[in-house]
C-alpha cells in the first residue's frame, strides 16, 4: 500500500506511520511521575536518617534495685549550660578531671546526672558524651519528671 503525499509522489507505507483515523487510547499507566516521587522521597529519607541517629549510646539498667550506700557524685547542668559538680560549678576542664578520677576509684562511686529542663540539648549531649569517654559505668539520670513535663507543654 503507498500514501500519496502532496508532491504527487507515492512514498511506501511504513509502520510508524498511522494516520489519524487508527489513532486510539492506550491503556496504560504514566509511570514516570510515580518513579519521580520514589526518588524524592527516597532522597529525602537519605538527608532525615542521619539527623535521627545523632545519639550517645549508654547502656542504662531499668527498673530499681534495692538502695545502695556507695559513694554518690552529683553532675547538674543549668539553664544556661554550666557544669555543677557536687554543688560547686566548674569548667569543662575541671569536669574531664573530676570525671576521670571519679571513674578511676576503686569505690566504684554512682554518678546522678541531673540536666536542667531548660538546658540546650547540645550541651547535655557534649556531658553525656564527656561521661561516656571517662569511663563513668554507673550513672543515673535523676529527676526525668521534668523533662516528661516540659514535653507536655
Known sequence: MTVR???????PRSRLYVPREEYSPIAAINTTPLIDMML???IM?????PLSTHKVPL???QGSGPADTRLVHRLDIDAAGRAIWNG??????????QLLTAAADPADPALHFNPDSEARYARVDQVLADVQRA???RLGLVDGQRFANALDR
Open 5 to 11: 503525499l502532496h508532491s504527487g509522489r507515492a512514498r
Open 40 to 42: 524524592v522521597l527516597l
Open 45 to 49: 529519607f537519605i538527608m532525615a536518617i
Open 59 to 61: 547502656d542504662i539498667p
Open 88 to 97: 560547686r560549678i566548674v569548667t569543662d576542664a575541671e569536669l574531664h578531671t
Open 135 to 137: 569511663g563513668i559505668t
